[in-house]
């Protein structure tokens, strides 16, 4: 179960996204991941959902951030190869 703390952050970060980030970031840097840690509203970039993340964790040790991939409904895709 997510936490209500979880929660704040994730939606505070998505409406970071939604209204300042998305634009730029999808003209730009489609495909990559970014880490959003909402206290400070700054963002971190990635070729990876890994090296975003430590980015943000880097910067902010004790803070919890939300990581979006560019472009994308969700940050992974989990599925099956069918043959």
């Known amino acids: 179960m997510v936490s209500a703390q979880t929660k704040e952050v994730i939606q505070r970060a998505k409406q970071i996204y939604a209204t300042q980030l998305q634009s730029e970031l999808e003209s730009r840097h489609m495909d990559q991941y970014v880490a959003i840690e909402p206290e400070s509203g700054e963002h971190f970039l990635g070729n990876t959902f ?3 993340v430590k980015s943000a964790r880097t910067k902010y040790p004790s803070r919890l951030s ?3 991939r560019i472009g994308h409904l969700a940050a992974l895709h989990i599925g099956v190869l069918q043959r």
């Open 66 to 68: 939300h990581t979006i």
């Open 50 to 52: 890994d090296e975003a």
